[in-house]
């Protein structure tokens, strides 16, 4: 069981190229959200899924965007990097509550993609 | 939306010592504080959780208290050890949207031989 992967583990990127951020999850989690994290500021939700073919904004999307085609794939895109855009990236997954007839759920987390835009 | 706050955000404590770690919310529809460890490269995990219905919960090293009237909750760890040094962060969830985690800043803890 690989849980959730994510793709590539480093990356970088020159002002004003584009890139795909895979992640893929085995675990048939409807839930999943990607996140950047900066040194001292925690997590930053960027996007969300809460099914295939259902995105939404979290707190910080400018600059990104999403698609859920399938349960186990939600890639991140990266239009025009920007130096603002360097940063660890993870994705997540969890059950929806409603799956597990619980009302939390635990959200499992890639190895996350440093990602350098220069 | 949400808001957490976390401190301290670095934290040195002798090896054997308690450490605490201490956080606060802003939306007191929040119900659900999951607390997560992060080790130097690695991704983060999740080491204890407490609903809002509760007050604390302990898992042998770990606790965790909750108080709502305050909109704060902390984390505790006893005994420390060399490999409790790590990134620990807490987090809040609000009922629906999506099941949504708001993280607070981290707290890097060192625990000194």
């Known amino acids: 069981n690989a849980g959730v992967t994510q793709t590539p583990k480093f990356r970088i990127l020159k002002i004003g190229q584009s890139m795909t951020l895979q992640c893929t999850q085995d675990?048939?989690?409807?839930?999943m959200y990607w996140y950047r994290q900066d040194p001292g500021m925690g997590l930053k939700l960027i996007y969300y899924s809460v099914g295939a073919g259902i995105t939404d904004k979290g707190e910080v999307p400018n600059g990104y965007n999403v698609s859920r085609s399938t349960t186990e794939d939600f890639p991140l895109r990266l239009e025009l990097a920007a130096p603002s855009q360097t940063s660890v990236y993870f994705c997540?997954?969890?059950?929806?509550?409603?799956?597990?007839?619980?009302?939390?759920?635990?959200?499992?987390f890639g190895q996350g993609t440093r990602l350098t835009v220069v | 939306g949400e808001n957490v706050e976390q401190h301290p955000s670095t934290l040195s404590v002798q090896e054997g010592d308690s450490a605490v770690i201490k956080c606060t919310y802003s939306d007191s529809a929040s119900n659900y504080f999951p607390w997560y460890k992060q080790e130097l490269g690695k991704r983060p995990q999740l080491i204890i959780d407490?609903?809002?219905?509760?007050g604390e919960k302990k898992d042998q090293r770990i606790a965790v208290t909750l108080n709502k009237t305050a909109k704060h909750f902390s984390l505790h760890i006893t005994e420390t050890q060399p490999e409790d040094s790590a990134v620990y962060f807490c987090?809040?969830?609000?009922?629906?949207?999506?099941?949504?985690?708001?993280f607070g800043t981290g707290t890097q803890l060192k625990v000194e031989l």
């Open positions: 987090a809040a969830r609000i009922t629906g949207g999506g099941n949504k985690l708001t």
């Open positions: 675990m048939n989690h409807n839930y």
């Open positions: 407490i609903r809002s219905n509760v």
């Open positions: 997540a997954s969890s059950y929806s509550p409603l799956v597990l007839g619980k009302r939390y759920t635990e959200a499992f």
